[in-house]
């Protein structure tokens, strides 16, 4: 058995063999000429001049060994469904689609946004896309309208596929409402909208000419046929927009081959999941992790993939764990929030099921606390694994490799740097390598490995100056991550170097909260900082200036003049965003060169030591964010 460091250090020294032996777990409808074209530093182009299809990989591939596997079963617990799609029905599906798409117009390289509940026909969407290469862009169904129409505007899609509402918890969560408003707000709308109507909001209305019913269009496709596009590896397959520290997402955009490639081989090598055996990621397609391990992931490996919609305590805190029984789970993966959730409730839910199936839990997305690593660990008896990485880089950047050897978990860290990535702890100061114990910012010597971002949709320089431009010295990869190596190579992810932050898992930019908390007439200025939470690993708090201070003048108006800002976010970005508590202030920490002093309210607000002080302009500023946050 090969180690992982050896393999490892194979995928770096030999990287062209490498990634060709991994190139062969796919089909190519045309072999690649060269593995990897670096002549354009950062930008990496991988399996230069072949041609292959996501959807053909991840569907059409399967159909001879296995078109009556299940491909996706679909469970709800907020509308009590379960319907199971088998590769045969999923292709159906997808043609379908993919000829109701094309009969409207979509294009290849055509923008598709997807804005959806997790249902099949949102796994539909994407395949269809990627069938006839167009790229589709899927955004959270968590992000309100005025989110949803500045992607709308930096994608400038063809075509939104919606529906025309969720659930969550058992409320309806409208979605083709907030489409129509984004379409009002944006100023390069699609000009189709097509629209799965699960007849769960009594009140949604369609715009004449504009709007297409799906039900309809299926039925008149029923035996669609529509051949693959075949794809230059190259080729964009799809952007997913993400936060960074200015108000606006950037698209992250990625290849089809890499993609295809670099999935299939961690599906092998990380995730140890066979063909025929089922999958459990209980992520939201809007999320990378949904497009990773939901979709393409499982599918390219032949799995059957859960699609489940629904929180992890309802109808009781055993669904899960009833799912993992009843189709026998051998992968799953979920995130550290989830699991503190369900820490809190009755362990006996996790005793109930017969979990004999599930080989590894793997755990992403936000900082794994050692209690919760151990408590999960101990209540499963089996290997729980923390991998970290990034929308970015679209798979695991760190993490253990059960595929290539079953090496000892140690809590608290996501392990070793996986395969491809020439990964490196640098010292802030001069991008020298840190020591062992000592703190650096995790960062990637270039070129990154298939699968990683290609580029910023629509700006390439962007990209360098957003993530190759953190060092003056070297051309690295930022993670903006701060990390640190123990003496026996296990890594410890040590939280942001820049203004992100992780709330229950999803990533926002306290610059985008504060865009939207200054979209309240009444506001002048407001910081926002990401404060240590125990359950949802961190939350966002506001402190604001108001215009018309006389508004906070009484206890009362201030309890209303909070909610008001709340409710302003919800409605420019999305309750996600929501700030936990909203602090009135008259003035903003700053240094005498105008620059906010986050850093400082930050300790403040977490009852740390808020550092240097020696530049702030008005050091009563300070004082107040301290009586305001002893106040409470
Ligand atoms: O700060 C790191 C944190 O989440 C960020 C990436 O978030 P996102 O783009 O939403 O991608 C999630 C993909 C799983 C990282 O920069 N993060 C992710 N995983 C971990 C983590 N922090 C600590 N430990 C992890 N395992």
């Known amino acids: 058995m090969t180690s992982c460091k050896e393999f490892h ?32 530093p950062p930008f990496a182009k ?33 509308v009590d469904r379960e319907i199971s799609y088998t590769y045969r029905e999923l292709h159906a599906e997808v043609n379908r689609l993919a000829a109701i798409m094309l009969g409207m117009g979509v294009k290849r390289g055509d923008r598709v946004i997807i804005y959806m509940p997790m249902i099949p026909e949102a796994a539909f969407a994407m395949l269809a896309c990627a069938r006839i290469g167009a790229i589709h862009s899927v955004v959270f169904g968590g992000f309100a309208a005025a989110s949803l129409a500045a992607r709308i505007d930096d994608a400038k899609p ?20 907030l489409v129509d408003e984004s379409i009002r707000l944006a100023k390069h709308p699609p000009s189709k909208v097509l629209l799965v109507d699960r007849k769960l909001d009594p009140g949604m209305t369609r715009v004449e000419g504009r709007d297409a019913d799906y039900a309809t269009l299926r039925a008149q496709h029923m035996n669609a046929q529509v051949p693959v596009t075949w794809m230059e590896s190259s080729e964009p397959s799809y952007i997913l927009y993400t936060s960074g520290t200015t108000g606006h997402p950037k698209g992250v955009q990625r290849d089809v081959g890499g993609y295809t490639v670099a999935l299939a081989a961690s599906m092998k090598h990380i995730y140890c999941g066979a ?71 009755d362990p006996a839910f996790l005793k109930k099921y017969d979990l004999s199936a599930l080989r590894h839990l793997f755990l992403a997305g936000e900082p794994l606390d050692e209690p919760t690593h151990s408590w999960i660990t ?24 059960p595929g290539i050897e079953a090496t000892p978990v140690k809590f608290g860290s996501p392990s070793f740097p996986a395969y491809g990535y020439d990964l490196r702890l640098l010292r802030e100061s001069d991008a020298s390598d840190a020591a ?39 051309q690295v990869y930022s993670t903006f991550d701060w990390g640190i190596r123990d003496k026996d190579g296990y890594y410890f992810i040590l939280g942001r170097t820049d203004d992100v932050i ?22 002048a200025e407001v910081a926002v900082v990401g404060v240590a939470d125990n359950l ?54 700053k240094t005498r060169s105008g620059k906010m002093l986050r850093r400082s309210i930050q300790a403040l607000a977490e009852g740390r030591d808020p550092g240097d002080l020696t530049t702030i302009e008005d050091p009563t500023a300070l004082e107040q964010i301290k009586s305001v946050l002893a106040a409470k």
């Open 9 to 40: 250090r194979r995928s770096i020294e030999d990287r062209d063999g490498f990634w060709t032996e991994q190139a062969a777990l796919v089909d190519w409808h045309k072999p690649f000429s060269k593995v990897l074209d670096y002549s354009r």
């Open 46 to 78: 991988w399996f230069v001049g072949g041609e292959t299809n996501l959807c053909h990989n991840a569907v059409d591939r399967h159909l001879a060994a296995r078109g009556d596997q299940k491909a996706i079963v679909y469970i709800s617990t907020e």
């Open 158 to 177: 063809s075509l939104m596929i919606t529906s025309d509402a969720g659930m969550r918890a058992g409320k309806i969560v409208p979605y083709k409402h």
């Open 275 to 345: 063909p025929g055996e089922t999958m459990f990621t209980t992520s939201d397609i809007g999320w990378v992790v949904g497009h990773s391990y939901i979709i393409y992931g499982p599918l390219l490996a032949g799995m059957t993939s859960i699609l489940y919609e629904g929180t992890p305590i309802r109808p009781d805190a055993g669904i899960w764990w009833k799912i993992v029984a009843d189709h026998k789970v051998s992968v799953m993966f979920s995130a550290p929030t989830a699991i503190r959730v369900l820490k809190k409730q």
């Open 378 to 401: 101990e209540a499963l008896g089996r290997p729980v694994i923390d991998h970290y990485w990034q929308t970015e880089t679209g798979w695991p950047i760190l993490s253990s490799m």
């Open 436 to 474: 062992d114990g000592e703190k650096g910012v995790v960062a990637i010597v270039p070129p990154l490995p298939p699968g990683c971002m290609t580029t910023v949709w629509g700006d390439d320089a962007r990209f360098v100056k957003t993530y190759f431009s953190t060092f003056s010295s070297k």
């Open 502 to 523: 992780n709330v229950a898992g999803h990533r926002l930019g306290t610059r985008e909260i504060e865009e939207a908390v200054s979209a309240h007439p009444n506001v």
């Open 536 to 589: 949802k690993g961190q939350l966002p708090i506001a402190f604001v200036v108001l215009k018309d201070v006389s508004r906070t003048a009484t206890p009362e108006l201030r309890a209303q003049a909070e909610k008001d800002v709340m409710a302003t976010v919800d409605k420019q970005l999305g309750a996600i965003g929501r700030p936990g508590r909203v602090h009135f202030v008259t003035a903003l920490p």
